[in-house]
């Protein structure tokens, strides 16, 4: 058999191979070489050099929503290839299901971030963070905040454990603001996300210098970064610390973000006593999360407080259960748990098991060794769960030494404020649970354990059916957590969108910010031509475009009839005596909705035309009491217009300002309509 071939790296535009033969990565689960792994020969400042350079400014040609759009259609495109990766992913160790929860859940997030970046971001270049700030009397001097993509490279340094995800999860946030990545995968299943590249790139479908692939070490990749650039690290602490105070990193002031080493824990609750539905979901999972990825998760729950009468029950449970898990090839359909991502991961596993067993007894499990089915128990990288007890929780090794696979320590607790203090010792986690139907006990306990937690699940008997798990990371949600978990975050949404940004304070004229926004501020110039803006097509529209229309005089006769008709009789707007003796109104005022009414029968071009719908407002505010008599003028100004991109129509909002005779506002809103793109 001859040598198995060196994994190719993805940079400045071409594939290259390296010029060594580089070191063997070897089958999980067989032994056998599956490739090897170097970045002899390849330029590193020159690849980043060439995503600053094209991808960066190809990026930043698109608004939000073609980016959006391309991730939407990159997902898609990946998971016509699933089927491949889940075959290639068996071979790191991962069953079926872990491979599910690695490849569709980074796909997944792709998706997820396509979806919110077209709902909760402008077809635009540009992000408005935040209302107008005033900063003088007369309105002329304003300040509003924005946010611009960085013009650097997001460099994402991955663990071995989530060969898919962990690269997609990094490189959604990044390519929606508008910023290109280089990717360095792990050693141990570089392979895995080396296919990942070759499939992105082969699809064509995101412009060139926006994806590149170091597939080797990353020798003096961190000596290139710039005060433009990121980093984004998923691995232990101990390397995330030497990352962090890298001269180059100091020096520049490069963004770092680090998912580290994490003790999560789960806790229930004294109510969930044996055959409670919360004791059942507390022992399920426990014990999926000890052997989904056979522990290799850095959500993975590695200690298990429990009320002190419950710890048997819990132990008894928690074994039976770990006791009908099928350990061997993920190939076989028969087994549930394959094998870590490497011998030299087992051998450290077994050293971390070493420590914790001078202060705990084995529970379940054998440590040193396990039966496995249709495969070497030697040769693969093969281990038993192992269910630690330690009757004693004071023990700082229960809190300091996480052993990165099928393992986790059941501890007791006597009381609510002894168990978070206990959550806390673990100085940093990326999530806990809590498993209770005592909504106090879970908000006492999720309140004082929060500060160490970049996440809290409480998973009761309501929520069970429907609940994503104690170590599923949604992108919607914050991934990261303080302290030891290495105080960053990943994902969270649009939250991570802007990790990517430098949100930036404008000052200047109304006219300025609208301008650099693309957004109508107020005390801006309008445009109040002869053509109502209702009749101009979303093409034909600019920001800007006005009407005023009124005035309109309310009368006694008016408010009557709305009460009546609406059946809203309020007092303030029937009783005389009563809206009198009001501070706030001083007598009879017409309702809001009735001002609302009156605008829309001012502003608007009764005919069919480009104005599909009106589908919200949005910002209402009433600020002035209207009283019979008073007249009535609104003015409608397009204030942001927002193109679909895969739609004939678009979104156009507008500003609405209700004044009465005095010049006063009476209502600001802001009114959402559909409008044609031709």
Same mark, same amino acid.
């Given at each position: ?297 850095? &959500?993975?729950?590695?200690? %298990?407080? /429990?009320? $002190? !009468?419950?710890? +048997? ?6 074994? #039976?259960? @770990? ?10 359909? &028969?087994?549930?748990?394959? %094998?870590? /991502?490497? $011998? !030299?991961?087992? +051998? ?6 070493? #420590?914790? @067993? ?31 007890? #330690? ?288």
């Amino acid at each position: 058999m001859g040598q198995s071939p060196v994994l190719r790296s993805y940079v400045s535009g071409g594939w290259h191979t390296p010029s060594a033969e580089g070191t063997p990565l070897h089958d999980a689960v067989t032994g056998d070489e599956v490739a090897r792994f170097s970045s002899a020969g390849v330029d590193i400042g020159a690849a980043l050099d060439h995503g600053r350079r094209v991808g960066g400014p190809a990026l930043r040609a698109l608004t939000f929503h073609q980016r959006a759009a391309l991730l939407k259609a990159l997902a898609s495109e990946l998971r016509e290839h699933r089927d491949e990766l889940y075959t290639l992913s068996a071979r790191t160790g991962a069953t079926l299901g872990d491979s599910k929860f690695d490849i569709d859940g980074g796909i997944g997030v792709l998706f997820t971030y396509s979806s919110k970046g077209r709902r909760e971001l402008p077809n635009a270049t540009v992000y408005v963070d935040g209302a107008v700030e005033p900063l003088s009397k007369s309105g002329a001097f304003v300040a509003q905040h924005i946010a611009t993509p960085l013009h650097g490279v997001a460099v994402q340094i991955n663990a071995f454990n989530f060969p898919v995800w962990g690269p997609l999860e990094k490189l959604a946030p990044a390519f929606l603001a508008g910023m290109p990545t280089l990717i360095k995968p792990a050693p141990q299943t570089a392979y895995l996300t080396a296919r990942l590249v070759e499939l992105i790139v082969a699809s064509g479908l995101l412009p060139e210098g926006s994806v590149q692939l170091l597939c080797g070490e990353p020798g003096e990749l961190l000596d290139h970064l710039t005060e433009q650039d990121l980093v984004a690290f998923t691995g232990s602490a101990d390397t995330g610390r030497r990352l962090r105070t890298h001269p180059t990193i100091v020096a520049n002031g490069v963004r770092f973000t680090a998912e580290a080493d994490s003790l999560n824990c789960s806790i229930l609750g004294p109510d969930a006593t044996q055959g409670t539905p919360e004791f059942d979901l507390f022992v399920k999972q426990l014990t999926t999360e000890m052997t989904v990825k056979a522990g290799q998760k850095c &959500t993975a729950i590695r200690r %298990a407080f /429990v009320p $002190v !009468e419950l710890i +048997d029950d819990v132990a008894e449970a928690a074994a #039976a259960r @770990l006791a009908r898990i099928t350990i061997g090839n993920p190939s076989n359909d &028969t087994v549930r748990m394959g %094998a870590l /991502v490497s $011998v !030299e991961q087992r +051998d450290e596993l077994r050293r971390s098991l070493k #420590a914790l @067993l001078g202060v705990a007894t084995v529970a379940y499990g054998d440590p040193g060794s396990v039966e496995v089915v249709d495969a070497d128990a030697e040769r693969g990288a093969f281990v038993s769960p192992v269910l630690l007890r #330690a009757d004693d929780p004071d023990h700082a090794e229960l809190h300091e030494v996480e052993a990165f696979g099928p393992v986790a320590t059941l501890m007791p607790y006597t009381s609510t404020s002894q168990v978070i203090e206990l959550a806390g010792r673990g100085r940093g986690s990326l999530v806990g649970s809590v498993v209770t139907a005592d909504v106090a006990f879970a908000r006492e306990v999720v309140l004082g354990a929060a500060m160490w937690h970049g996440r809290m699940l409480v998973l009761d008997r309501t929520s069970a059916a429907d609940s994503t798990g104690h170590g599923s990371p949604l992108p919607q949600l914050v991934h990261g957590g303080p302290g030891r978990a290495g105080g960053g975050e990943e994902m969270g949404g649009i939250r991570a969108v802007m990790h990517h940004m430098q949100r930036t304070a404008v000052q200047g004229s109304p006219d300025v910010l609208t301008a650099v926004t693309g957004q109508w501020v107020t005390g801006s110039q309008r445009s109040d031509d002869e053509v109502h803006p209702f009749r101009k097509t979303l093409a034909q529209l600019r920001v800007g475009d006005a009407v005023e229309a009124g005035p309109r005089t309310v009368t006694r006769e008016d408010v009557d009839h709305f009460a009546e008709f609406t059946g809203d009789t309020f007092y303030a707007h029937t009783d005389e005596d009563a809206a009198a003796a009001n501070p706030l109104f001083g007598g009879i005022v017409a309702h809001g909705y009735l001002v609302l009414s009156f605008a829309a029968g001012l502003f608007v071009s009764p005919e069919p035309g480009p104005v599909l719908a009106n589908y919200g407002l949005e910002n209402l505010r009433f600020i002035t009491p209207v009283k019979p008599g008073d007249a009535l003028t609104v003015t409608l100004t397009a204030k942001q217009i927002t193109p679909r991109e895969n739609a004939d129509h678009g979104e156009v909002r507008w500003d609405a300002d209700v004044t009465n005779q005095d010049d006063e506002s009476v209502a600001k809103y802001d009114v959402l309509t559909l409008v044609s793109k031709a």
